[in-house]
């Protein structure tokens, strides 16, 4: 088969290899799109530590089932699927307990962090437990499929803390994940939704995306508009969507007392944080981990258009054009948001 391999930092080639071999519990999809995920970037030129070369990247796919294993059931060779980006084990007893992304043992698709090296979906064919596969509608195209699992994300970070009724949002940081939080919040009903980035294409999109306000954080005070905003209260919940110490301090000082912040980004692995205020407004701080069992949601709010990612998908292209594509996202291409691959 055709995959797109890292072979060493910020080198991607299309090369020919194996095709995945399938354990009985598992299923061979062939890839028809696949998302390229700012993870990915990052793993571009190893400045995360998890995609160590050599490897083929990829986690946000969807397919066509080719085979499957011996003892799997429920799938069949041309069913339509996507699939989780974690492989959770299904026996330990975060898996037991209902929290597949807390999973003792889990892999991601398209990573090598040292512990583990697992093949991802940029190629024609990726192999996964059936145990993550989901069957899609016949409506819902390839590639508004393949992001399903980035959706997912934005699903299970709002679920871990919904506004009340009629409540007040913010979501720091307008990429791709922080429109899709968006999108999910006015699907529950929150009535104020700020949206904060440093780039005003990405807040004018985040306006069609259902903000109610932006704010332009090269040129304002974050919790001092949030504040003007809300009557001098404070939202109810922020998402942090970047994952620095200055974003994540700025969401901490625009909720409320007694508000939570959830925090979905992860860039910088330490950060210092604002402590008294948190204390003395008795502030929640909750971690948002990919997704848990959220995925068959996602596809109804694809399938049924609650979710829109046609504004955020910026381009679909062949295999053969990963290795461009790549570098402009790498070097900041700003006309490039969501990147489709075809294999």
């Given at each position: 088969?055709?995959a797109?391999l890292?072979?060493e930092y910020?080198?991607?080639?299309?090369?020919?290899m194996?095709?995945?071999?399938i354990?009985?519990d598992?299923v061979?999809?062939r890839?028809?799109a696949?998302?390229v995920?700012?993870?990915?970037?990052h793993g571009?030129?190893?400045?995360?530590?998890?995609?160590?070369?050599p490897?083929v990247m990829g986690?946000?796919?969807a397919g066509v089932?080719?085979?499957v294993?011996?003892?799997?059931e429920?799938f069949a060779?041309?069913d339509?699927?996507t699939?989780?980006?974690?492989?959770?084990?299904?026996a330990?007893?975060?898996?037991r307990?209902?929290?597949?992304?807390l999973c003792?043992?889990?892999?991601?698709?398209?990573?090598?962090?040292?512990?583990?090296?697992?093949?991802?979906?940029?190629?024609?064919?990726v192999?996964?437990?059936?145990r993550?596969?989901?069957t899609l509608?016949?409506?819902l195209s390839?590639?508004?499929?393949?992001?399903?699992?980035?959706?997912?994300i934005?699903?299970?970070a709002?679920?871990?803390?919904v506004?009340?009724?009629a409540?007040?949002a913010?979501v720091?940081g307008?990429?791709m994940?922080?429109l899709?939080?968006i999108?999910?919040?006015r699907?529950?009903?929150?009535?104020?939704i700020?949206a904060?980035?440093?780039?005003?294409?990405?807040?004018?999109?985040?306006?069609r995306m259902g903000?109610t306000?932006?704010?332009?954080a090269t040129t304002?005070?974050?919790p001092?508009?949030v504040?003007?905003?809300t009557?001098g209260?404070g939202?109810?919940?922020?998402?942090?969507v970047v994952?620095h110490?200055?974003?994540l301090?700025a969401?901490?000082?625009?909720?409320?007392?007694?508000?939570?912040v959830v925090?979905v980004?992860n860039?910088?692995p330490?950060?210092?944080?604002?402590?008294?205020s948190m204390v003395?407004?008795?502030?929640?701080?909750?971690g948002s981990?990919?997704?848990n069992?959220?995925i068959?949601e996602?596809?109804?709010l694809l399938?049924r258009?609650?979710?829109d990612v046609?504004?955020i998908i910026s381009?679909?292209?062949?295999?053969?054009?990963?290795p461009?594509l790549f570098?402009?996202l790498?070097?900041g291409?700003?006309?490039l948001?969501k990147?489709?691959?075809?294999p």
């Open positions: 088969m055709r797109l890292l072979s910020k080198k991607l080639s299309v090369v020919d194996p095709v995945p071999a354990a009985d598992d061979l999809v890839v028809r696949c998302g995920c700012g993870s990915d970037i571009y030129d190893g400045s995360t530590g998890r995609r160590i070369p490897l986690h946000e796919a089932v080719e085979r294993g011996g003892s799997v429920g060779p041309g339509r699927v699939f989780d980006s974690m492989v959770s084990c299904g330990c007893d975060f898996c307990d209902g929290q597949i992304n003792e043992v889990r892999m991601v698709l398209g990573v090598s962090c040292g512990d583990y090296r697992r093949h991802g979906a940029f190629a024609e064919y192999a996964v437990p059936a993550i596969l989901y509608p016949d409506g390839f590639e508004r499929a393949a992001l399903t699992e980035a959706v997912s934005a699903v299970h709002v679920n871990r803390r506004p009340a009724d409540g007040t913010l720091i307008a990429g994940i922080g899709l939080t999108q999910v919040l699907s529950k009903g929150v009535r104020a700020v904060v980035d440093l780039d005003q294409q990405k807040l004018d999109l985040a306006r903000a306000h932006v704010v332009n304002s005070d974050v001092a508009d504040a003007d905003m009557g209260r939202v109810d919940v922020a998402y942090e994952g110490g200055g974003t301090a969401a901490i000082r625009s909720v409320r007392k007694g508000g939570t925090v980004g860039l910088s330490t950060v210092e944080l604002p402590l008294q003395t407004r008795e502030i929640s701080v909750l981990c990919g997704s069992g959220e068959p996602c596809i109804d399938a258009g609650v979710i046609d504004p381009v679909t292209a062949p295999l053969e054009a990963g461009e570098a402009r790498y070097h291409d700003k006309s948001m990147v489709i691959i075809q």
